[in-house]
């Protein structure tokens, strides 16, 4: 029923579209008529005699729409075939002028209300704005090749299909389509951390597990499908002749005082003692120059170095954004994370780290972005889109290696966010989330401090990623402490809920009562999974027991989230008695990304069966009714 409405709105706009183009095509007409009177006055002016014909012709058509249309006179043998043409013509126009018939129609909603419709013949036109608040569909007038048409869709999102394999140490689904970072609840990336801070149920921002693992999972998904970035060394501080990284050759001294020398043994550097580094000397203050070195680079806008200072000193990147502004982006000593004059500097807090190498990776064109949108709302990404990077500054006393730009630092990202894992993971094995949510405020609520189920999986699958690829154990370690929280109850601080008692699942809000979050679940069913696979004995039989539960669960009560024509968020209608939560169409699309995903690695049919039927709510299909 709704469906065949949707239909005719859509025959509507079709309709309307033809209208547009019939009297774009008219009044194309008329201006061929002018000529056409004129043709008449010519020949009316020659040939006096003729005069009749022409007033026969021009009364032969019965339709008024064309009565200023007439037909260019032709005498003798080729009369009769313009006289068919223009006859056919006529017969056109009618139809046209037919189809343009309709009026206006009350259209009476539920005894409700009462909105403006079209009637044409035995059909009923409704408004398409109307449709799609009603329905709950989408749909835009769109203009290609000289034409428009309605382009209409029943959801607003689009299916990423997994690869045909999956191991632990694979692209994480279709995570290269995240873009954690480009989010505006995400205050900016830290450069004490290199991890996202979010803003989303606290405005001053704090790190959020889920969140950090993301952005991880989606910059390792972005290195295997873009490879490696191309690179730009512009001081490694090795090649004292000459080359791309000449060393020293190219940087300016902004006063005598200022010193730039090659260092053999960096202080501190324990390893690589043949490693050479420089040594840089000069005020700290921000209004001096700084020791400079030229850039103008166009293609690579990422930049990376080690660093390390014994004073409050800085590095300044001074790029020019496409609208022409020059931005420095100040690397500073505070223990903030960003500030900003909103005109043309943006600062970021290096945390008090004097006196011990730091290894920085930034993708500039978010340090602007995010430093922009922290005065007056969004930011013009149009306008602080990076054209070049002019310069590069240092200032105070420290040293440097491996100052590199890059087109991409996306493994540089994925390991910001493993050893922030690593380094915050608390005693129980999680990362607490220090601010309160309210999923349903007054029903369903977690004090700060709380853990999710779908923190700790996200978080297994980064550590294990990172595992595999540097083959450092402290990221299996990690992975494996992060599963006790599994096995605690939420009541007693845990992720674990147990449906009818029976069925153990993972909460991603440990909510009391529970809330049966679907996606967060199957989140953490893959972090799990990675885990298994990867971990070996003990380690790897506790997170196989604790997976299977979690699988035997979800083909039992999968069920329980279709709704018939999409999906349903969680389960809060049956453990709170209030109204469902039907999944919007990116979570229904969630769902079915990660219902592709476990097909990949478990064949059970109720997944098959269960995802053809997902897909085809997207397109407005819905199960049968009794
Ligand atoms: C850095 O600046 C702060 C505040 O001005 C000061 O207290 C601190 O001693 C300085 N540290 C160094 C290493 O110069
Ligand atoms: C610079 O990079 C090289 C090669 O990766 C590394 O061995 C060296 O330790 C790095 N320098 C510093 C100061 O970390």
């Known amino acids: 029923m709704r469906l065949s409405r949707a239909i005719k709105v859509v025959t509507v706009l079709g309709i309307c579209s033809s209208v547009i183009t019939i009297c774009l095509w008219s009044s194309c007409s008329a201006r061929q008529s002018d000529g056409f009177d004129r043709g008449l006055e010519t020949l009316r002016g020659e040939r006096g005699a003729d005069e009749n014909d022409v007033l026969t012709f021009h009364n032969r058509g019965t339709n008024s729409i064309a009565s200023d249309q007439q037909p260019p006179l032709q005498p003798g043998d080729r009369d009769q ?20 018939d309709y009026h206006e129609i009350d259209c009476n909603i539920n005894n409700e209300r009462t909105i403006k419709c079209r009637k ?81 149920w606290n405005k001053e921002g704090y790190h959020y597990s889920i969140q950090v693992a993301q952005y991880g999972l989606s910059h390792h998904a972005k290195h295997i499908v873009t490879g490696e970035p191309d690179q730009l060394v ?119 780290r004097h006196n011990e190498w730091m290894h920085i990776a930034r993708d500039l064109k978010f340090d602007v972005q995010k430093g922009f949108s922290l005065k007056g709302g969004k930011p013009d990404k149009s306008h602080t889109g990076i054209a070049r990077i002019v310069e590069i500054r240092l200032h105070g006393h420290g040293w440097l290696d491996n100052l590199t730009l890059s087109s991409a630092i996306h493994m540089e990202q994925f390991y910001d966010a493993a050893n922030w894992l690593v380094k915050h993971q608390d005693e129980r094995g999680g990362w607490p989330i220090m601010v309160a949510r309210r999923v349903v405020p007054g029903v369903l609520e977690l004090p ?30 990690s992975a494996v402490e992060a599963l006790k929280l599994f096995e605690i109850d939420s009541v007693q601080g845990g992720v674990r809920a147990r449906f009818l008692g029976q069925l153990d699942w993972y909460e991603e809000y440990p909510t009391t009562p529970s809330s049966f979050v679907l996606n967060g679940f199957i989140y953490s069913l893959m972090g799990l999974y990675d885990l298994k696979e990867t971990a070996s004995g003990r380690d790897k039989e506790t997170a196989e027991r604790i997976y299977s539960s979690g699988m035997k669960s979800l083909k039992v009560m999968i069920g329980l989230y279709d709704s018939g024509v999409g999906t349903l968020y969680d389960l809060r209608h049956i453990t709170a008695g209030i109204e469902p939560n039907r999944a919007r169409w990116d979570y229904h699309t969630t769902h079915i990304n990660q219902v592709l995903q476990l097909m990949v690695i478990d064949d059970d049919p109720i997944f098959k069966t269960t995802v053809q039927r997902w897909l085809g709510y997207l397109q407005g299909r819905k199960s049968r009714h009794n």
């Open 81 to 100: 075939a313009q006289a068919d043409h223009w006859q056919q013509q006529q017969f056109q126009q009618q139809q046209l002028q037919q189809q343009l």
């Open 234 to 352: 512009l001081e490694d501080a090795e090649d004292e002749d000459g080359g791309v990284a000449g060393a020293l050759a190219d940087w300016q001294l902004p006063d005598k005082k200022s010193r730039l020398v090659l260092a053999r043994h960096a202080p501190g550097l324990e390893e690589g003692g043949d490693n050479r580094v420089v040594e840089f000397l000069t005020s700290d203050s921000l209004s001096s120059k700084g020791i400079t070195l030229p850039v103008d680079e166009k293609a690579n806008k990422c930049v990376s170095m080690d660093v390390k200072f014994s004073t409050n000193g800085s590095v300044i990147i001074v790029v020019e954004t496409v609208s022409r502004d020059r931005v420095s982006i100040h690397y500073v000593f505070t223990g903030a994370h960003i500030a900003s004059d909103g005109k043309s500097n943006v600062f970021y807090g290096l945390g008090e």
């Open 120 to 200: 044409e013949g035995p059909e009923v036109y409704v408004p398409f704005s109307f449709v799609k608040k009603y329905f709950e569909v989408y749909g835009d007038v769109v203009s290609t090749d000289g034409y428009e048409r309605l382009e209409f869709h029943h959801a607003n999102s689009i299916v990423h299909p997994p690869r045909a394999t999956y191991t632990p140490s694979a692209m994480f689904m279709a995570f290269d389509h995240y873009n954690v970072e480009n989010r505006e609840r995400v205050k900016c990336i830290t450069a004490s951390e290199g991890v996202p801070i979010t803003t989303q």
């Open 448 to 477: 700060p401090g709380w853990y999710s189920a779908m923190g700790q999986g996200q978080a297994m699958s980064v550590l294990v990623r990172a595992y595999l690829d540097s083959k450092e154990k402290r990221y299996l370690r």
